[in-house]
């Protein structure tokens, strides 16, 4: 009624006994402990495997999706006003509809001081 305890030796400690083993010129020991080390890579292959996968599935679940495999949804994108059309070349834009309309006092504006209508962006 004992606890079973494997221990799970590092696959440095394989690669030193093989080294030593072909020192000595014991190929069966070497051939033995090639297995040993083999066996042990898959194990290790194994557990990063599920571990990966606890991760994407961990990850899918905090997501909000049980079936695993969805993504999260993408966040809404922000609402852009409507394209309103050209009017004294340049584009404007209206939550709405609507229409432009010339301004009166940036056409008096013009008149008498076209430089500072040009710096605003304005041809009139």
Known sequence: MGLEVEIMLPLK?????????KKAGN????KELEKQLAQRERE?????????NARANA?????????????????????????GGMANNKKHM?????????NPGLKALAKKRPDVVKKMGYNV
């Open 27 to 30: 190929m069966k020991k070497v």
């Open 59 to 83: 990850a899918d679940l905090k997501a909000g999706s049980a079936m695993g495999g969805a993504k999260p949804p993408k966040p809404m994108k922000k609402p852009e006003m409507m394209y």
């Open 13 to 21: 400690y394989y690669k030193e006994r093989i080294a030593e083993a």
């Open 44 to 52: 290790i292959n194994k557990q990063a495997s599920m571990d990966r």
């Open 94 to 102: 209206y939550a709405a509809g609507g229409s432009v309309q010339d």
